[in-house]
């Protein structure tokens, strides 16, 4: 089984997690708010300090703040997984078939302490 495991934050579209799971339903894919994962509202900060602590790479939108978010939380001696931002002009279909890929072509400490941008 796949190590890399995926949280997309609460500012992403639910139907991104339903259709991860429909074409690989092994991959472990959750959302911010969901049961054991952050709880919405939980700040960017926090979060990074949770995928890092549960091994999840972070799926986000994010691509304005986090790059400072990921800087300062590297800088405390911290590591994360992983960060993948959606560009803006992306379609669903490419996103998913890249997240398919980096899941399945991918190391888990391939991405560690970086912020990936996608479609590749």
């Known amino acids: ?20 799971r429909r ?15 952050p709880q919405r509202g939980t700040l960017d900060p926090a979060i990074l300090e949770w995928i890092e602590d549960h091994g999840f790479t972070l799926i986000t939108r994010n691509r304005k703040s986090m790059p400072d978010h990921l800087r300062e939380h590297l800088q405390q001696g911290r ?20 997240l398919i890929l980096i899941w399945e072509a991918t190391q888990l400490e391939e991405y560690q302490d970086q912020i990936l941008h996608i479609p590749l």
Do not use: C, W, Y
Request: aromatic content about 4%.
């Open 79 to 98: 590591h994360v997984p992983g960060i993948i931002t959606l560009r803006p002009s992306s379609s669903f279909a490419e996103v998913i078939d890249d």
């Open 1 to 20: 089984m796949n190590p890399r495991k995926f949280l997309i934050d609460e500012n992403t579209a639910r139907a991104l997690a339903d259709q991860l």
């Open 23 to 37: 074409r690989k339903p092994e991959l472990v894919v959750m959302m911010v708010g969901d049961p054991g994962a």
